[in-house]
Structures are given as C-alpha cells and as structure tokens.
C-alpha cells in the first residue's frame, strides 16, 4: 500500500505558485483572490483563514468580506459586483454553505466566470463537462494531480464516486470521465452501495460520514480517495473511510488529514495564478 501523500505535494505547488507570484511581479501584478464569509459557521471560518494564510504565504494578496448571518442577498451582490469590476482582484470566492435565505445560484452565477477561482459557475461547469479550458474546482483538481504525480492513469478503470454534489462529487465524475476511466456516480438514494464500489478500481468518497466505506466493500488492490473531512467527538480528524481496516486492501490511499485537503487549497491557488496570467494574455 502506497500513501498518497497529498501534503508534500501540495507544498511542492505551492513553492511552484510563488514562483509564479514572483514572475507576476516583475510585470507589476500581484494576483489577488477576495473572499465572501457568510455568518459564523466555525468551520467555514477556519477553512477561510486556511486560505488566506496560504494566499500571503504564496505572495498573493487576499481579502475577506465577512459578511452577517441576516445579511440580505442584495447586499452580497453588490460586494460581488465590486470584485467583478475590481482590476486587482483575479479570484472571488464565495465559501459555503450560504445561510437558508440567500439563493446560491443566483450568488454563484453573480461571480465574473473569468474570476471563478473555484469553478463553481455554470459557464466554467459547462466547459469542465465539455473537456474544454476553464476553471477546475478545486478539490477534484487537487485529487487528480494526486493522481498524476503517482503515476495512476484513470484510463480504463472502473471508478465509483460516491457523494455527487456539485462542488465534489459530480464534477470528480466529470474530470474521471474525461480522463477515460468508466464512472458510477453513488449518492444518499444509491441501492446498494456496497455492490458498485466493490466493482471499483479506484474509489472517491466524498459524503461527510465517517467510515462509511468499510473494509468488505473494498476490492483487493482498490485505489482510495477519501475526501470526507469529519471531526469526531473527541475532535480527531477523519475521513468517510475505515482507514486501519481498509488500508491494508489498496494499493493507494489518501491519509485525512494529508490527502486531499491540502491539494485543495494548493490548487486554489494555482486557479488564482491562472486568472491573474490570464489577464495578460487578454490585455
Ligand atoms: P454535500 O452534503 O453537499 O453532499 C454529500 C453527498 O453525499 C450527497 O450527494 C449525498 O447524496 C451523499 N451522501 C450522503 N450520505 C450518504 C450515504 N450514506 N451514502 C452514500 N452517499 C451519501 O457535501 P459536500 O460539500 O460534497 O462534502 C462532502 C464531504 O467532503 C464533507 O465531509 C466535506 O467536509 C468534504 N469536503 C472535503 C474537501 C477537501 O478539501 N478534502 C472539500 C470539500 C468538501
């Protein structure tokens, strides 16, 4: 069983990134990605603050618009408004969850496509889905580059996604599938679970409910993405896979924490990069 070790990785892009921020630079752009917080939810909090603190470690400039839980949706689109118009800043990101009263959608389509970091426009959606350029979210993206760096071609496996929302799941199937790899997508109304990922090559859970995948449902040799991030009672970090039973069926796993997670904010960054690079292109 081999560790894919999406930590050491994600510093290796990160180095990367700087690099590119340095570059940047000499041409009198400093990349910036300004982010929408929504109401006091703890741990949307501290996945800002994760982002943040890599943006200024990466040189690049970040800005947080914390906004009230009662805020109205008005409000928030202006603030998108001003981002869109604003030369300075290449990425915007609105995390969520958004409070009950606010519509996503309408938040998310809001966004300048240009400046969709997180790939969550349907313009950016529909051109992932097309196989054509556009910006890739950013979780899916950091598993694929896991995937890249050690040597594991999707081409021709069977792969069982399991969680198919837009952010995680759907868009993993979409990358996977454009990589030539058979794809089943499971989710909270899937039969029998156990009989497609017990089919799968390569297994990408992404649900939120700890050791979900157990060791019965695993094949022998499988490749584990576990992108599942849960806090337990006693405040341990864990994924959506019995990790200590599991592990030893694979022949690649993710650690949680170590795997995906940081791959994510890595590749968050480079979307940032992108945008900003663009934007000589364009001029
Ligand atoms: P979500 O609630 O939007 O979607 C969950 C998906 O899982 C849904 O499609 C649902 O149908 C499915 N599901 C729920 N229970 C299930 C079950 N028992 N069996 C099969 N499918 C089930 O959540 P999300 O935003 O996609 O996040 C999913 C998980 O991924 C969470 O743990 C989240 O913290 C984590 N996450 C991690 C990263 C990272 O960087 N590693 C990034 C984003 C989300």
Redesign the pocket.
């Known amino acids: 069983m081999t560790l894919l070790d999406g930590k050491s990785l994600a510093e290796k892009i990160r180095n990367n990134v700087k690099l590119d921020v340095e570059e940047l630079q000499k041409q009198h752009i400093t990349p910036g990605l300004a982010v929408v917080l929504v109401g006091n939810d703890a741990?949307s909090a501290a996945?800002v603050n994760m982002k943040s603190k890599a943006c200024k470690e990466a040189g690049i400039y970040s800005v947080v618009h914390e906004m009230p839980e009662t805020i109205s949706q008005e409000n928030i689109l202006d603030i998108i408004a001003m981002m869109n118009r604003n030369p300075n800043i290449h990425g915007i990101l609105v995390q969520?969850?958004l409070p009950n009263h606010i519509d996503t959608t309408a938040i998310l389509e809001a966004i300048d496509p240009t400046k969709d970091v997180d790939g969550f426009h349907p313009y950016n959606v529909g051109r992932v889905v097309s196989g054509l350029d556009g910006y890739i979210p950013?979780?899916p993206y950091?598993v694929m580059k896991l995937l890249e760096e050690y040597n594991i071609d999707p081409k021709g496996l069977n792969a069982c996604i399991?969680?198919?929302?837009?952010?995680?799941?759907k868009p993993m199937a979409t990358l996977l599938l454009n990589a030539n790899a058979t794809v089943d997508i499971?989710?909270?109304?899937?039969k029998d679970?156990k009989s497609h990922t017990l089919n799968a090559d390569i297994i990408c859970?992404?649900?939120?409910?700890p050791n979900?995948i157990k060791e019965d449902m695993v094949k022998e040799g499988a490749i584990i993405i576990?992108?599942?991030?849960?806090r337990t009672e006693s405040g341990k970090l864990v994924?959506?896979v019995d990790y200590e039973n599991v592990c030893q069926k694979t022949s690649f796993i993710t650690p949680?924490p170590g795997?995906?997670?940081?791959?994510?904010?890595a590749m968050l960054l480079v979307n940032t990069i992108k945008s900003a690079k663009n934007k000589i292109t364009k001029a």
Request: glycine fraction near 22%; aromatic fraction near 4%.
């Open positions: 741990a996945y969520l969850p950013a979780t950091g399991v969680g198919a929302s837009n952010i995680v799941g499971c989710h909270i109304y899937t679970l859970v992404g649900v939120g409910v979900l576990d992108i599942g991030i849960n994924g959506d949680v795997g995906v997670g940081p791959m994510t904010i």
